[in-house]
C-alpha cells in the first residue's frame, strides 16, 4: 500500500522557536495533503488541506502565519509552528489521498510529536 | 460544529464479534463514511469505507442503515492485537470535509 512519512518522529523544542515538520509520500505523488493535530486522548482535528503548488486551507480557528504550510512538491508538504509555545505542544499528524485511486482512504503517517517547554 | 459521537470506550474478549456505532447527526448527502484504527502514538491506518447498506472486507464489516445518521463498524473475531482506538470519519465531495468522530477506546481481554 501507499506510504507516507513523517519527519522528525519527535520534538522538544523552546518556547518562542520555530520546528518545521515534513511530510513526504513515498510511493504517489500527492497533489493534497492534509494536518491534523491530536491532543492527549482526543480525536484528531484538521488543521489545513494543503495543495501542490497553491496556497493551503486552513480550517476555522487555525492561524494561518503560525502554521505555516508549503506544498513545493507532488511529494512534500511542511508545517511550520512558528513562535512555538508550551500550548502547541501536541501530536502532529499529515495524510495523503492517492489521487490515482478512486477511494475515500486517505493515508495517514507516523506522526510527529512535538513539545514546547 | 459537526457532531459525530461515538461510546467512549468497549470491552470485549478474544474470539468475540465487537460491533462500534458512530452517530453521524450533521451528515451531508455526498459524505462518505470511513473507519480508521489507531494504535498510541501512531498514525490512524484505514480499515474501511461506504455510503449506505452493507460493506464488507477481509477485516471488518460497515453497515449503514438508510437514513444514514449512524453507522456501525462490525470486527468479527477480535484478537488482543485488536486493541486500539476506532475512529468514524466523514469525508466530503473532493475531500472538502474531514470530521472525525471522538473515538472508541476498544479493549480486548484474553
Known amino acids: 500500500g501507499a506510504v507516507v512519512s513523517q519527519h522528525p518522529s519527535r520534538v522538544i523544542c523552546k518556547s518562542g522557536t520555530s520546528v518545521k515538520i515534513e511530510c513526504r509520500s513515498l510511493?504517489?505523488?500527492?497533489?493534497?495533503m492534509f494536518w491534523y493535530r491530536q491532543f492527549p486522548k482526543q480525536s484528531l482535528m484538521l488543521m489545513a488541506t494543503?495543495?501542490?503548488?497553491?496556497?493551503?486551507?486552513?480550517e476555522q480557528g487555525v492561524e494561518k502565519d503560525k502554521f505555516l504550510i508549503n506544498h513545493a512538491s507532488l511529494t512534500l508538504s511542511t508545517l511550520t509552528v512558528t513562535s512555538a509555545h508550551p500550548e502547541d505542544s501536541s501530536f502532529y499528524i499529515c495524510?495523503?489521498?492517492?489521487?490515482?485511486?478512486?477511494?475515500?482512504?486517505?493515508?495517514f503517517g507516523p506522526g510527529t510529536r512535538l513539545t514546547v517547554t | 460544529l459537526a457532531k459525530t459521537t461515538q461510546p467512549i470506550s468497549m470491552d470485549s474478549y478474544e474470539g468475540q464479534e465487537v460491533n462500534i456505532t458512530c452517530s453521524h447527526n450533521?451528515?451531508?448527502?455526498?459524505?462518505?463514511i470511513t473507519w480508521y484504527q489507531q494504535f498510541p502514538s501512531q498514525g490512524p491506518r484505514f480499515i474501511i469505507q461506504?455510503?449506505?447498506t452493507k460493506v464488507t472486507n477481509e477485516v471488518a464489516s460497515l453497515f449503514i442503515p438508510a437514513d444514514r445518521k449512524s453507522s456501525t463498524l462490525s470486527l468479527p473475531r477480535v484478537s488482543l492485537s485488536d486493541t486500539a482506538v476506532y475512529y468514524c470519519?466523514?469525508?466530503?465531495?473532493?475531500?472538502?470535509?474531514?470530521?472525525f468522530g471522538t473515538g472508541t477506546r476498544l479493549l480486548v481481554s484474553p
Open positions: 495524510s495523503a489521498r492517492d489521487p490515482g485511486r478512486s477511494s475515500y482512504e486517505q493515508y
Open positions: 510511493d504517489f505523488q500527492a497533489t493534497t
Open positions: 494543503s495543495n501542490e503548488g497553491s496556497k493551503a486551507t486552513y
Open positions: 450533521n451528515i451531508a448527502t455526498n459524505d462518505y
Open positions: 461506504g455510503y449506505k
Open positions: 470519519l466523514e469525508v466530503g465531495t473532493g475531500f472538502q470535509k474531514l470530521v
